[in-house]
């Protein structure tokens, strides 16, 4: 079992930055993948970055790439994303999540096991 606690969400203004952050506990990550993924109101839920732990790959979609980075701390137990020029566009609550034993860099939801409860992120115009 593997236990996902987000944190650093919160209103900041368009142009702004935050950096979330996902404690796993339970296990030590080793050949995981982590990804990081947001829900907005009415909308469905959306991939925002990945990070395969063994190897550091990262994957991103359009929407996001060149502002957020997603990255490891030396302890393996953390991942980070770093969100910069935000825009009002990507309020939602964001979500950690854990794919054991994933090799690749993993896109889809159903690809994951482990899910955290999520952190609000509110980014005014």
């Known amino acids: 079992q593997v236990q996902l606690v987000e944190s650093g969400g919160g209103l900041v203004q368009a142009g702004g930055s935050l950096r979330l952050s996902c404690a796993a506990s339970?296990?030590?990550?080793?050949?995981?993948?982590m990804g990081w993924f947001r829900q907005a109101p009415g909308k469905e839920r959306e991939f925002v970055a990945s990070i395969n732990w063994s190897n550091s790959r990262t994957y991103y979609p359009d929407s996001v790439k060149g502002r957020f980075t997603v990255s490891r701390g030396n302890a393996r137990n953390m991942v980070f994303l770093q969100m910069n020029s935000l825009k009002p566009e990507d309020t939602a609550v964001y979500y950690c999540?854990?794919?054991?034993?994933?090799?690749?860099?993993?896109?889809?939801?159903?690809?994951?096991?482990?899910w955290g409860q999520g952190t609000q992120v509110t980014v005014s115009s």
């Open positions: 339970g296990r030590t990550l080793g050949s995981d993948a």
């Open positions: 999540a854990a794919a054991p034993g994933n090799r690749g860099l993993a896109i889809y939801g159903h690809e994951y096991t482990y």
